[in-house]
């Protein structure tokens, strides 16, 4: 079949929503039918529940601009709208839960950005490159549902981004990481939009950004898990330390990372040589929305920096520079990856993109 | 005798330079008779030479804007008009070394801001509440080149100065640190003027500053050395791994520490208690410019911030924050200074002040 | 009677009530006894009420730190716990209307920074230095409203500020002004907190600020009025055109000024010599908050800056720089003044101190 | 012939230098083959000359990563290279005129960005859409230089880019302007590299730009002006007194703009239609470099706002906001345009490309 699939996107008014009516403008596979958000949008014409607050670039994608907004608390409102969903809902963590439950329940797949369900233990949290088979849990979380078509994968922290597939590298090629010391300078979009008020980021920082340290170093053992009997067992390696900060920049997240290997410890050059030639199934698949290079690395002295860098691949690569020994652990450098594209929006249509072509959204 | 000391400022139309001048405006002690910089400037009323870049606050202070600037080559100039200097030289390292070296040859001694003396071994690098003891060596500093009045001293890279006060305060009370992680954010004034272009620093930041990181690592163990024999012989430890990033922010370095105990590990409540209680030989002295209290403890959870946080204590504290246990080693925190205050001028200043307080300034 | 007027603050957690707390620690007349804000913060330590986002500098004064912050839409809670308040109040402009009077009936004065009265035609809307005459209509106030010893006076909007006094000096020095085109460079902080988002205000300026020019155009008129048969008369001229713009500044708002004289034309010394000569009654009258000089006029070609100047006489002159011929009219120049002091909480304290002067705090 | 005319940049190494490789990078018509800087760059590879501090995104072309830089100020080493150069030159007026001259008198026709040449009687200031017909100076110019088939076409000053449009579009439906008061809010890409320092640009804004309100209000007249008898005889109208303000952002300049038409007012309707509907020369030559709509009209309270809109158009369109009557003169605005690219590179490319079409580089 030639047509797209027709898609919907939950919290459609929201920083990450609006970024994903963005970046399904032109796409391939997946087309934009449905668009829901709070009560207070609902009955509105896409084009005015954002009328002056439309963030991502001069203009709303024409083919979205005159949809109504739904509300995005009445999951039946989607039936026969769209064939699955993007959840970039911005509410308590219980109420996203049910919610995306209750979209799943109606036969809708839910590819998430909320953090709400990336603890529950059948739902696979995917970084494509890192973790593709993963999906097989989602078997298990229909069988234990009872849902027949619908099902709910999810996107991890979009700072861990930053640094995960970089790290995956070193593990597969056969150089695990035992411990690592990270801080991020992370980017005002990653907060929405208000987010961070200008008060606090002009001739300033905030060295503090609420539960991402926790994430950071949790998610980062399941990202790496194994699947056992149909569950995802975590990782117990790396140990990580983060220190999250916020800083004054638009996209673009950076970590400085220091690291410990377990045993072997490989070569500047080696390491390099595995980053430049990682590829993995989303590049196999040659999914639309993978970068060729997951990795690029950088020789200038003074990158990556955001400004210049965060588009690499589309916004799709992580981007790595200053690679050199660190005299407390074996290795440091700094990497930097696009937050709102790779950690957010773009991450979670690549999660779409592999679930479309593993067969996921047969049928639906 | 009741008149104030008469001192000169070499290298003082540069940011640095300005702000001795501006803080030395009402100083109980010393007072700014003698400027000195390149030849460009010099012949020219110190107004006229930093017309249209005055850089620190409104105005230039009065006494000094009338005031003839010298050739800061020529170091007999200086005899006569001032009776010590404040060196904020910007030039070539070999240069500034020769010349700090001939205005102590001609009897005046040279409180020093540059990095090129930091590295001679009779050379005091002071951070007072830490090692005035170092002022040992400039006896033997003095025998040594046949000096008479004259001598040298310097102060540290400002980078250091948002973290040494809070480790050696730790190492004092009997916990001695082992290692350290330490990525830094720090401001754009620590680059001059005009420094950081403002296309790297808007959206932006930019992960390397240029022999930072090396000097980081290295200053820490000459700061924490003994003196033996008239010599300063470095510390062993801590081993230090820094990531010396710059940010948009005017005036106030950032630091993210992770530490390892050498041995025995405090308790966070114990730490916070030798912190807040760190007292040192400025205090018992009462220098004019020493912080009542040198480290000072915020709760908050997003603090320090550069912005809110740097003036405290008349910018001479130390900003601590977020001490919290770190899985990787065994406490981080965010630490905070004002890096043209405590990490410069006013740095600079306390050093004078301990040196004349100690008598090193008699009989000139 | 030496001690203190008792003086509550109402909206005591906002930006602006932040502001007026940290600017009475010391004051010489007024001592802050009472805050009241919202219900939400009601009952609670001021301590607590803004935790984690105490604004203005490091600390959050001691004598009010521990009071327990009332609501402030009970006005008798105030009754014998201050003898006036400031407004500061964030709510709709009816609501503050009501509030406003109700405290007056109680007999308690409010000195307002907020826009609900400035239109209210027995209420002065006060520049001290330009028209403390308007003092004049609160006796009509008073009788009109039954109030005893209530009343309320309200200050302009603070774009306003960065020009007012300029413009009226030229008037008074006989050279009255007929139309003036304006734009306007505006500081974040005039948007309270969390106020303009940071995602706005990196690499971007927003050309609008919803109401400013409209305010800007009309309040001119009032200000400049005369008094007649107990109420404001407004003057006809000058017009003025502005354009408001928001910009990524902290404090202080700029203004780019063309304008036509109605008759007579001053040349560019007479202006400055008027400019700088400009005194009115707050400095005859000594006010502790009057700027001993309250217009500044700079002549370096790239000033008034509002990181360097802001502070101008303690945030409460008017910084002029770039006085020059216009060729569209006849003079052009560039006005800065500080807008949380001169513009916000500053300028009604100094409001109240020409109040308490002139008797009107008597007998509370 | 289908293969692209080869194409010099001189000062290829500066910003402006390093816009003109980047968009140049695919273009149908033209090929970077010739790179020319200072001396000190002058045999360095390109990608050598420029580490560290590429500006423009993340890579260099590839094509001229490896080309060796040559001497700017050696004409002769053109020669065969390249069939025309576009002039980015980065030095004293006197020393470009004439090093201009040298290039057109080999035989090489130059398209400048430099100042230099604006005010040359008989060069053509060109904004394609405004004054194709300056075209007919050129072959007064080559005659009275005896040039064969050199001559020197330029632009004028950026910020003027942002609002002549749209008064041109006026003028030409019928409505000549009188009198115009504009005040411009500069990115600081318009500076070069490093241009402006990041200290003058956290938390401030800088009132003033060297030279240019003087360019602003004079060069509007050139562009206007008509040919008569081989020369360009300049406009009378409008009037324009400007403000040029830097502010904080990365590209795109803002111009707040209040007007005064000289006879006939056209309604805000009638001024919407002319604007949307403006289309000129480059448009119907279907130039690769010429937006489909020049002038794009916003009608968000709060737009055009630099990083949303800078890049309509592919960075070529003036975007219009805020149209409304203006209460001194008849009407006010705000526009926007991208310098880097409408008012720099992207508008040297679109005259050359109008040269080319109109066969200036024909028999090169």
């Known amino acids: 079949m ?5 898609v919907g996107v939950l919290g459609a008014t929201g920083m990450v929503g609006q970024r994903y009516i963005k970046l399904l403008e032109n796409h391939p596979w997946f087309e934009v039918t449905y668009v829901a958000a709070s009560p207070r949008s609902a009955g509105k014409a896409y084009k005015d529940a954002v009328k002056n607050r439309w963030l991502i670039g001069e203009n709303i994608p024409a083919g979205v601009a005159d949809l109504t907004v739904e509300d995005a608390n009445d999951e039946k409102k989607a039936l026969g709208k769209c064939q699955f969903v993007f959840s970039a809902l911005e509410m308590g963590k219980e109420e996203i839960k049910a919610l995306e439950a209750a979209y799943a329940a109606e036969g809708i797949p839910v590819v998430s950005n909320a953090s709400a369900n990336r603890w529950t233990e059948d739902v696979p949290m995917l970084v494509p490159e890192i973790n593709y088979s993963h999906l097989d849990v989602i078997a298990e979380q229909k069988k234990h549902h009872g849902w027949d078509k619908g099902f709910i994968a999810v996107k991890p922290n979009c700072s861990l981004q930053t640094y995960m597939m970089p790290i995956h590298a070193l593990i597969q090629a056969g150089y695990p990481v035992k411990r690592m010391v990270v801080t991020t300078l992370q980017a005002t979009s990653g907060a929405g939009y208000p987010g961070v008020p200008s008060f606090d980021m002009i001739d300033n920082i905030v060295p503090f950004i609420g539960g991402e340290e926790e994430k950071t170093e949790k998610e980062c053992l399941k990202i790496l898990g ?23 920049v638009i996209d673009g997240h950076t970590a400085c990372v220091s690291l410990e290997f377990a045993d072997k410890k490989p070569s500047l050059e080696e390491i390099e040589k595995i980053w430049t030639s990682y590829k993995s199934v989303p590049q196999e698949l040659n999914l639309p929305s993978a970068p060729e290079h997951p990795i690029v690395v950088r020789h200038e002295e003074n990158r990556p920096q955001p400004r210049r860098d965060r588009e690499t691949e589309k916004g799709m690569a992580c981007v790595i520079g200053r690679l050199r020994p660190c005299n407390v652990f074996d290795i440091k450098f700094v990497s930097l990856s696009h ?11 690549l999660n779409a993109e592999l679930l479309k072509a593993k067969g996921f959204f047969d049928n639906l």
Chains 1, 2, 3, 4 share one sequence.
């Open 2 to 6: 030639s047509a797209k699939i027709k």
């Open 226 to 248: 194994k699947v056992q009997d149909g569950k995802i067992v975590n990782a117990e390696y790396p140990v990580v330390s983060s220190t999250c900060t916020r800083v004054p």
């Open 339 to 349: 937050n709102t594209k790779r950690g957010a929006a773009l991450g979670g249509i």
